[in-house]
């Protein structure tokens, strides 16, 4: 069993940037294909990104498409989500957790079957 602990969440200005870290403790962290989805209060989770533990590959949801980042250091156990260019509208608290079946395409739908406890990311003036 993998447990997740999301850091890095802070503050920040429109056009501030922002890294996101994502420490896993437990076996064959490598195994699991890792996402990131974030909430606000009243609205549906969001599924954010998704990195593949079988070849790397990446998956962002249009919003953020150009201006967030995702990366996994397996000697690290961590996963990053770099984040640049931030708008008010990113201000959530983000999660990091393992898809259902350990598919990014259930990241996708925010469909997540265990996460951490999350970040607060904030971006005002």
């Known amino acids: 069993q993998v447990q997740l602990v999301e850091s890095g969440g802070d503050l920040v200005q429109p056009g501030g940037s922002l890294r996101l870290s994502c420490a896993a403790s437990?076996?064959?962290?490598?195994?699991?294909?890792i996402g990131w989805f974030r909430q606000v209060p009243g609205k549906e989770r969001e599924g954010v990104s998704c990195?593949?533990?079988?070849?790397?590959?990446?998956y962002y949801t249009d919003s953020v498409k150009g201006r967030f980042t995702i990366s996994r250091d397996n000697a690290k156990n961590t996963v990053y989500l770099h984040m640049n260019s931030l708008q008010p509208e990113d201000t959530a608290v983000y999660y990091c957790?393992?898809?259902?079946?350990?598919?990014?395409?259930?990241?996708?739908?925010?469909?997540?079957?265990?996460w951490g406890q999350g970040t607060q990311v904030t971006v005002s003036s």
């Open positions: 957790g393992i898809p259902y079946g350990g598919d990014c395409l259930r990241a996708e739908r925010a469909e997540f079957g265990s």
């Open positions: 437990g076996r064959h962290f490598d195994y699991y294909s």
């Open positions: 990195i593949s533990s079988s070849d790397g590959r990446t």
